[in-house]
């Protein structure tokens, strides 16, 4: 089996920070692709950032300058720094790895 397990999300203020992390088990040959999405009740998923095996990421404009994604392959682990956290970014975090997802982690920030 394979599992992906999210982990740091919480409530901050805005502009606050916020770390979280996601962790690969189970049996894969490697991992390409690793990402984040987020979810806001009554609206699609939508992607916040992505990372490759080989470092190359992209982010969502949202979230440009405020966000880093970053992993670390030895431990299969994928890492979001979120910086300056806003309101609009409420939402349930999602990890996205090996065609599956996390549980998911709530992260709300209040005014």
């Known amino acids: 089996q394979v599992q992906l397990v999210e982990s740091g999300g919480g409530l901050v203020q805005t502009g606050g920070s916020l770390r979280l992390s996601c962790a690969a088990s189970g049996s894969f040959f490697s991992i390409n692709t690793m990402g984040w999405y987020r979810q806001a009740p009554g609206k699609q998923r939508e992607l916040v950032a992505t990372?490759?095996?080989?470092?190359?990421?992209n982010y969502a404009d949202s979230v440009k300058g405020r966000f880093t994604i970053s992993r670390d392959g030895a431990k299969n682990t994928v890492y979001l720094q979120m910086n300056n956290l806003k309101p609009k970014d409420t939402a349930e975090y999602y990890c996205?790895?090996?065609?599956?997802w996390g549980q998911g982690t709530q992260v709300t920030v209040s005014s």
């Open positions: 996205n790895a090996i065609e599956r």
């Open positions: 990372i490759t095996s080989r470092g190359s990421t």
